[in-house]
């Protein structure tokens, strides 16, 4: 199993990020999948899940309206597009494979809102 991030990196306050999760090793478009971050000196939290063929989707509070999830399971990538980021939306963005419980990782990607 593998699971590979990217598209993260510095954006000013209000602006965008596409992240993406790249898949391989196991059956993508079978398995429930979630977005998750950690800020310094925080636990990690949930942001987003998404269900094996997209007909469920559930985002954090903290994220509503600005975050969406997505999946192409013919190219076994998972994406998450921020809109309207905000400095506390600075963390290392994780992707994983389930989410109640997650079976496995990526490695992150950071993400840093700044000015």
């Known amino acids: 199993v593998q699971l590979v991030e990217s598209g993260g990196g510095l954006v000013q306050p209000g602006g965008s990020l596409r992240l993406s999760c790249a898949a391989s090793?196991?059956?993508?478009?079978?398995?429930?999948m979630g977005w998750h971050r950690q800020a310094p000196g925080k636990q990690r939290e949930l942001v987003a899940t998404i269900s094996s063929a997209s007909l469920s989707k559930n985002y954090a509070n903290f994220v509503k309206g600005r975050f969406t999830i997505s999946r192409d399971n013919a190219r076994n990538t998972l994406y998450l597009q921020m809109n309207n980021l905000k400095p506390e939306d600075t963390a290392v963005y994780y992707c994983?494979?389930?989410?109640?419980?997650?079976?496995?990782w990526g490695q992150g990607t950071q993400v840093t809102v700044s000015s």
């Open positions: 090793g196991f059956p993508f478009g079978s398995h429930n």
């Open positions: 994983s494979r389930g989410y109640s419980p997650v079976t496995s």
